[in-house]
């Protein structure tokens, strides 16, 4: 298995550009999760999907952030307009189904907003 | 507000001793802690978990325990091989919810 899939693996931008950030999760598993990653907080988690539904975005920072998950197979996370503050690294996470314990995560994307 | 928290931002441990990393929470429902071992430039990757009605879990050179009184998880690893030279996570889940502390940065020296 090929594992969580993410791209790119980094993203340098201009302040007010679009961002999206793309995630293909292991393949049977019904939850996907998108979590940030920085120095000051740790991993917060923004969002998570269950059998494609957003379950819980209370973790997105503000409307600028914005995730969806059109099939089982792939999600993207965008940010518009992106601002200096996004820059982190973004991780995205699978399980089996939401109350597993154990999620796999991806390499991660890092975003660099200048 | 950090529902979890590792207050030791970094860790060195001669190889061969044990290395004890560890966590304090605040909610009392969390009902499954895990720790996550990260490599740079890697994903986190699940290393060991503990159900809440539970206070002792091994595998391995791994053990967690919890103390659920102290609101306290640690992670002892023994014997400690440069290879575990990592940043630690621990996670907390209850029911929808999931919380990761900020991480622990353990250096093995050989």
């Known amino acids: 298995d090929a594992g969580v899939i993410q791209s790119p693996r980094h993203e340098v931008t201009e302040m007010g550009q679009e961002v999206t950030l793309r995630c293909k999760p292991i393949?049977?598993?019904?939850?996907l999760f998108w979590y940030r990653q920085t120095m000051m907080r740790g991993l917060e988690l923004l969002i998570y999907?269950?059998?494609?539904?957003?379950?819980?975005d209370s973790g997105m920072p503000e409307d600028r952030f914005s995730a969806k998950m059109p099939n089982a197979s792939f999600s993207t996370l965008k940010i518009q307009p992106s601002e200096p503050r996004d820059s982190a690294v973004y991780f995205c996470a699978s399980s089996t189904h939401r109350t597993a314990p154990e999620q796999y995560f991806g390499p991660g994307t890092r975003l660099t907003v200048t | 507000d950090q529902q979890v928290k590792q207050n030791s931002p970094s860790l060195s441990v001669q190889e061969g001793r044990i290395s004890i990393l560890n966590c304090d929470y605040t909610n009392s429902m969390f009902d499954y802690f895990l720790w996550y071992k990260k490599y740079p430039a890697e994903g986190p990757t699940f290393l060991i978990s503990i159900s809440s009605i539970k206070d002792k879990n091994e595998d391995g050179r791994f053990t967690v325990f919890l103390n659920k009184s102290a609101k306290h998880l640690s992670l002892h690893i023994v014997p400690s091989q440069p290879g575990d030279s990592a940043v630690y996570f621990c996670a907390a889940i209850s029911g929808n919810q999931f919380y990761f502390g900020t991480g622990t940065s353990l250096t093995v020296i050989p």
């Open positions: 393949s049977g598993h019904n939850s």
């Open positions: 999907f269950n059998n494609n539904v957003p379950i819980d």
